[in-house]
C-alpha cells in the first residue's frame, strides 16, 4: 500500500465519524451527510495521488464535504426548506446540549436510539458511524445489498419522520441509553469474533476491528464511564485471543487447547490495566455493571501460562457477581463450567439440566452437556447432545469441532 493510500485508508477511519456528524449537525440531514462524505472521500482518492496529502487531511475531507452538500442542495433546490428543517428538527435551542457536546455523540446516540430496532441500528452505526458501505455491511450479515441498503434507508426515513433528536440525552438518562449504544458494538463485536451464519468465514477481523475502534471512540468521549471501559477491556482480552482460535484445519479451538504463545501480550496487556482501574474504582465504592464482570472474568483466564494455572475460584466467584446482576441462563451455563473445575462435571451437569427449557435451541447447551456427559463416561448421552449440538451449530468452525469431539467417543 503505497503512502497515499494508507493516509485515505486512515483519514477514512479517524475523520468519518466527525466529517458525518459535523455535516448532520449542520444541514439536519441523515442522507446528505452521508453522500456528501462519501463524495469527498472518493474526491481524495481521485485527487491525493497525483496533488499529494494535504497538510490537514481531516479538515480537507471535511471542507470538502460541505462543499459537496451544499452542492447538492442547491441542485434540489430545496436549500431553504433544508435549512429551516435542520433548524427546526436539530438545533431548537429549547432543547438541552446533554450530558456531553459532541457531534459524534450525538450522531452515536441517534443511529442507536431505541426506537429503531436492534439489527437497524447495528446496520446504520456501522455505515454511519464507521463508514462501512453498504456492501461491506450486508456481507458481514449475510445480507442481500439491496435488502441492507433498504433497511438503512428505512432508518434514516424514521429518525426523519420521528424526528428524533440530533443530541446527547439528559444526564439523568445517559446510563440507560449507554448501555443501549454499547449492545450495538457488542454485537458487532461477536459477530466478528464467532460468526452466526454457517457459509462465512468464522472470525471476521474487520467487525471486530471496528467494534474495538467505535468502543475506543466512546471511550475517548466518556472516559468516567466504567462500563465502556469495562467493554473495551472485554473485546480487547478477547481479541487478544483471536489468531489462536481456528485451527490451520480450520476447526475452532477452545480455550484449554488454545496456544498461549499466540495470544496478543499487547492487547492483554491494555485489557489488564483497564481491568484494574475498574478494580480500583470498586473498591472505591463504584459498583461494576456486566462489562466489567466479564472483563475481569477473561483477565482471570488470559492471566494463567496453562489452562491448569487458572484460578477457578475466582472465576465462580466473579459468576457469582454476574448472576446477581444478570441472571440470565446463558450467564448460568456459562457459571456451570466453573463449577465443573471446581466441584467436578456430575454437580456442573446437575447445574445445566436445570436450564434445558430455557435454552433447548441453544448448541452451546448441548456441546456442555456432551461434554459434561463425556467426563463421567456416558458415551452414549454424549454422542446424542453432540448431535443436537452439532444440528444448531452456527458455522464450520465449531461444527468441526464438535464432530470430530463426537467421533473420539467410544
Not at 444526564?171 to 460468526?195: I, K, M, W
Not at 468502543?215 to 466504567?226: C, E, Q, V, Y
Amino acid at each position: 500500500m503505497s503512502d497515499v493510500e494508507e493516509a485515505i485508508t486512515r483519514v477514512h477511519h479517524e475523520e468519518w465519524a466527525r466529517v458525518v456528524a459535523a455535516l448532520t449537525r449542520r444541514f439536519g440531514d441523515l442522507d446528505i451527510a452521508e453522500e456528501a462524505a462519501a463524495e469527498a472521500l472518493a474526491t481524495a482518492v481521485e485527487r491525493w495521488p497525483a496533488d499529494g496529502v494535504p497538510p490537514n487531511p481531516g479538515a480537507w475531507l471535511t471542507t470538502t464535504a460541505n462543499r459537496k452538500a451544499i452542492d447538492r442542495i442547491r441542485r434540489e433546490n430545496k436549500r431553504e426548506d433544508k435549512h429551516k428543517e435542520a433548524q427546526m428538527v436539530y438545533d431548537d435551542p429549547r432543547e438541552p446540549l446533554g450530558a456531553i457536546d459532541d457531534d459524534r455523540l450525538r450522531l452515536i446516540f441517534t443511529c442507536c436510539h431505541p426506537a429503531l430496532a436492534m439489527q437497524t441500528r447495528v446496520a446504520l452505526t456501522l455505515r454511519m458511524v464507521g463508514g462501512l458501505t453498504v456492501p461491506e455491511i450486508a456481507r458481514a450479515y449475510l445480507v442481500a445489498e439491496t435488502a441492507m441498503e433498504r433497511r438503512i434507508t428505512r432508518a434514516k426515513a424514521k429518525i426523519k419522520a420521528a424526528r428524533i433528536p440530533y443530541r446527547v440525552p439528559a444526564v439523568e438518562d445517559l446510563p440507560a441509553r449507554v448501555s443501549g449504544v454499547l449492545a450495538v458494538l457488542y454485537l458487532v463485536f461477536n459477530e466478528g469474533y464467532l460468526a452466526t451464519g454457517p457459509d462465512t468465514d468464522p472470525l471476521r477481523h474487520g467487525l471486530t476491528a471496528e467494534a474495538i475502534r467505535l468502543t475506543r471512540l466512546i471511550r475517548a468521549l466518556m472516559p468516567g464511564d466504567g462500563e465502556v471501559a469495562g467493554l473495551l477491556a472485554l473485546m480487547l482480552l478477547t481479541d487478544a485471543r483471536r489468531t489462536a482460535r481456528i485451527s490451520a484445519g480450520g476447526e475452532l479451538v477452545p480455550l484449554d487447547e488454545q496456544d498461549r504463545r499466540a495470544w496478543d501480550t499487547g492487547l492483554i496487556a491494555e485489557g489488564h490495566r483497564l481491568v484494574r482501574e475498574r478494580l480500583a474504582a470498586a473498591a472505591a465504592g463504584a459498583a461494576p455493571g456486566r462489562y466489567q464482570i466479564l472483563a475481569a472474568i477473561n483477565a482471570v483466564h488470559t492471566s494463567a501460562r496453562d489452562i491448569r494455572d487458572t484460578d477457578w475460584s475466582q472465576v465462580l466467584a466473579l459468576y457469582d457477581q454476574l448472576v446477581r446482576l444478570d441472571p440470565s441462563p446463558i450467564i448460568a451455563l456459562n457459571r456451570a463450567i466453573a463449577v465443573a473445575e471446581l466441584d467436578g462435571p456430575q454437580v456442573a451437569l446437575a447445574a445445566v439440566d436445570h436450564l434445558e427449557d430455557a435454552l433447548a435451541g441453544y448448541h452451546a447447551y448441548h456441546a456442555t452437556r456432551a461434554d459434561l456427559l463425556r467426563r463421567l463416561g456416558h458415551s452414549g448421552q454424549s454422542r446424542a447432545a453432540y448431535d443436537r449440538a452439532i444440528e444448531l451449530a452456527g458455522n464450520t468452525a465449531e461444527t468441526a469441532y464438535l464432530t470430530r469431539r463426537r467421533d473420539q467417543l467410544r
